[in-house]
């Protein structure tokens, strides 16, 4: 009985986890199925909307281009991000240590978040030229915010035990920041990292776009493309735009997992359903 | 042999006033607290809950100054000047994101031990209480009583003269605390620093001290001053004697004395 009611146990969670990877997967698939079938059945132009096999198809003739794009939109965006890392934690520190500074400029950082970034584009290129620079900054306007603003949050957290603990056996300052405060913040930096992750290639897209004059990563191409009324060669870069912006989550999901070690895993939600 | 100066030093509370201001009110804590703990000696606080025990070694720790009174320590006035003390909460307060010999070194460390010195001890002194095998896991996976011997011998091994112990048993089990209560004498006893205790449980006080001080409610004052008569080292069987009891019964009167006095 016992072993007849284990081993149900073990297909049922086998099923739940076969289910979490193939419904999302089968979800896709339908809804490019469907696409497909109505552009075949409407007979669509491709230069309205072009099917799911036309994207692919111009996506393979061009994937040697498509791939030094791709490159140098990545690298754009990684560097982006992880400047905007940095900036947002020294932001944060820098604020969270000196209590005027917070009072000071904390309009400012909500400020900084409000000048649209089609605004600031141009004018970062009259002020920078048309390099990398620009785009740089704008990439780590975007990033530092998200960064900041959560790493502030997690500073002000850190347990109250703890740093009672401190100031009973006379730590300094220092040491109160190094060895509470600032851990304490990691799982609030993650939080803010992700969010920065999810906006840092469409901003790269974007500072891409604006930055006529250089040549190079999707958001060019795209633009190139759009003004050329080839949709499918759209199409392919949104599904690029796509694919990267996930894996730039899904780094930044790993490296949480790789630097915050000390908390239990949650269980996985199977175990949960099902005892 | 904890790498402190051998049997500690005396510290003397001398008059210590303290009130809270709530809203317009001034609420007396602590009136007129005078006590004393020798070279060497075990003392109890022991009082009701609520009657400003903690705020008493918030005072001694120098996070917070009275409003009368001295803090003395070998002599001197030390009011208001903070790390001269080592201290064991009554939560394990051990960082999640430092591993076991990691929380023990950085706390050393940062209170005055070698870098070096502080990794062999607490190395050595892990292997020593049988937790070497925990050394490099992280806080979590312990048990309460195992995170509480981690942050006795935190306390024990810092480069400080006076021990204060804030309850540091209050969240366990019975068996378990009467399993660290033998612990704690056995470590204590070969090392015989200044301890200040302070506790709500009567049997632990007697167990454990050479002197008790029975706090009233609050705002507090020292009742009484009793003197615990058993030898050392204590036996694991002191609460059956009959002077453990009278004794017992005794702090009990006091205890439910100061009760109705305050009412």
Not at chain 1, 188 to 209: H, P
Not at chain 2, 222 to 242: G, Y
Request: hydrophobic share 50%.
């Amino acid at each position: 009985m016992l072993r007849w009611r284990g081993c149900c146990k073990s297909i049922r969670m086998g099923n739940k986890r076969l289910r979490a990877i193939a419904l999302p997967v089968g979800t896709i698939i339908f809804f490019l199925a469907v696409w497909q079938a109505a552009c075949m059945a409407f007979a669509i132009e491709e230069y309205t909307l072009p099917a799911p096999s036309d994207i692919a198809v111009k996506m393979y003739e061009d994937s040697a281009v498509l791939w030094t794009h791709v490159q140098a939109t990545f690298g754009l965006a990684l560097v982006g991000l992880a400047l905007g890392t940095a900036v947002g934690i020294a932001v944060a520190v820098l604020l969270h240590l000196v209590p005027p500074f917070k009072t000071a400029l904390s309009p400012m950082l909500v400020l900084s978040q409000n000048v649209p970034l089609i605004a600031l584009g141009p004018l970062l290129i009259i002020w920078f030229g048309f390099g990398t620079t620009p785009k740089l900054i704008l990439l780590v306007l975007v990033c530092f915010f998200p960064v900041a603003l959560s790493i502030l949050v997690g500073l002000g957290q850190a347990e109250p035990h703890l740093r009672e603990y401190l100031g009973m056996i006379g730590a300094s300052r220092w040491e109160r920041f190094k060895r509470l405060e600032f851990p304490a913040s990691l799982t609030y930096l993650f939080s803010g990292l992700r969010i920065a992750a999810t906006y840092v290639v469409s901003s790269a897209i974007v500072a891409e776009w604006l930055g006529a004059g250089a040549n190079t990563g999707i958001g060019f191409y795209l633009k190139l493309k759009f003004s050329g009324f080839q949709q499918a060669a759209v199409f392919g870069s949104i599904v690029c735009i796509v694919v990267m912006s996930l894996l730039f989550f899904y780094m930044v999901v790993l490296a949480e997992r790789l630097v915050i070690r000390w908390r239990p895993r949650p269980e996985p939600e199977w175990k949960e359903a099902t005892s | 042999m904890s790498g402190s100066d051998s049997r500690g030093s005396t510290l003397e509370l001398e008059g210590i006033v303290k009130s809270y201001r709530r809203g317009k009110e001034r609420t007396l804590v602590l009136n007129d607290v005078s006590l004393t703990v020798r070279a060497g000696e075990f003392v109890s606080l022991i009082g009701p809950s609520g009657s400003g025990k903690s705020t008493l070694f918030r005072m001694i720790g120098g996070v917070e100054k009275p409003d009368q009174g001295r803090v003395l320590i070998d002599g001197e006035d030390r009011t208001g000047h903070k790390g001269l003390i080592s201290y064991m909460p009554q939560q394990a307060a051990l960082f999640p994101w430092l591993k076991v010999e990691d929380n023990i070194r950085f706390a050393l460390v940062s209170t005055g031990t070698p870098k070096r010195e502080a990794k062999e001890q607490a190395a050595q002194w892990l292997e020593r209480i049988q937790l070497g095998h925990v050394a490099k896991e992280y806080p979590h996976v312990l048990s309460g009583g195992m995170q509480q011997r981690i942050s006795f011998l935190r306390a024990l091994l810092m480069r400080r003269s006076v021990m204060c112990l804030d309850e540091p048993f209050a969240a366990l089990d019975a068996l378990t605390r009467a399993d660290m209560q033998r612990w704690l004498l056995e470590l204590w006893e070969a090392d015989r620093r200044s301890v200040l205790f302070v506790t709500h449980s009567i049997e632990e006080a007697l167990v454990l001290s050479d002197r008790i001080y029975v706090l009233s409610p609050a705002p507090a004052t020292v009742l009484r001053e009793l003197v615990v008569p058993f030898e050392r080292p204590r036996r694991a069987d002191v609460w059956t004697s009959s002077a453990f009891v009278e004794l017992k019964q005794e702090v009990l009167r006091l205890l439910e004395a100061g009760k109705v006095g305050a009412n």
